[in-house]
């Protein structure tokens, strides 16, 4: 279940009652088995980057501090067997799967220049998928296409699937989140990161970035849409995380330096169009 701190971001949650079909252990046992099918495509193709690498050990140490803040927003993060990993591959992106499981792909790193403060950014706002249950609710979608609504209707009380291996359809991989499902996985990515002692002012930079170095139809921006809306709302809500991060700094609000970007020209993201519905996956 999840659910909330009484301080830091305030989130406009919304959950509906179709993810109830699919079970959260049975999305935990699908996303294991595809991670360690990413895993061993990774290892066959000698992209699966070693453990003594100091950006693995980067990406590890940057988990350390966000994932004791995870329990605040999922009591159930704090049973899972989290992973961290990191494959290379010039693809900018990265996921976290449910149960904990996250890949990143050094093209993210690379691309972007991204410094420890916007990586833990990236981070947060995928583990803030996996705890606000988003890919519960688009496979439990994707399995009322897939079986049809009459057949779901006839399940008792609108129940769930059992230990049903769900379909195709629901691959983890493939699941498009919603606008709204990024805007929670944003703002709760940039608290985490905030309590965990990142600087959330990174949020803006990062995004600015991927309107900076990335063209459109690239993988991360067709399925995490960045523009000036949407660090609009990062922006709105960071009086919000700003203190938690002074207080991981056990530093005043006042006394916060400014903050200051490693890469020079990072302007206004392009116009983002948006979605009518909000929630409605994003598609490619």
Request: proline letters at 5%; aromatic letters at 4%.
């Amino acid at each position: 279940m999840v659910s909330a701190p009484d301080d830091g971001v305030r989130v406009d949650r919304r959950y509906s009652k179709v993810r109830d079909i699919v079970p959260m252990e049975v999305i935990d046992q699908q996303a294991a088995r595809e991670y360690e099918q990413v895993k061993q495509e990774a290892i066959a193709k000698h992209t699966l980057v070693d453990e003594d690498d100091p950006q693995v050990k980067r990406l590890r140490e940057i988990g350390i501090r966000l994932l004791p803040q995870t329990v605040l927003w999922n009591p159930r993060a704090g049973r899972w067997a989290w992973e961290i990993n990191l494959i290379r591959s010039k693809q900018v992106n990265a996921f976290c799967m449910p149960g904990g499981k996250m890949a990143v792909y050094s093209g993210l790193l690379d691309e972007l220049n991204l410094t420890d403060d916007e990586v833990a950014m990236v981070m947060g706002h995928e583990i803030s998928h996996a705890l606000e249950e988003h890919a519960r609710q688009r496979a439990a979608q994707a399995e009322i296409s897939n079986l049809g609504a009459n057949v779901v209707s006839q399940l008792t009380g609108f129940g769930n699937l059992g230990n049903m291996d769900i379909g195709s359809n629901a691959k983890m991989l493939s699941l498009r989140f919603s606008r709204q499902e990024e805007t929670e996985a944003d703002l709760i990515g940039m608290d985490i990161a905030a309590r965990a002692g990142y600087d959330p002012r990174a949020a803006i930079t990062l995004w600015q970035k991927m309107g900076a170095v990335l063209k459109a139809g690239d993988e991360f921006t067709s399925t995490h849409p960045s523009g000036r809306s949407r660090i609009a709302v990062l922006q709105a809500h960071m009086n919000e995380v700003l203190p938690l991060y002074a207080k991981a700094m056990n530093m005043p609000m006042e006394k916060l330096p400014p903050y200051k970007a490693n890469m020079a020209d990072l302007h206004d993201a392009p116009v983002d169009a948006g979605d009518e519905d909000l929630q409605h996956p994003l598609k490619k």
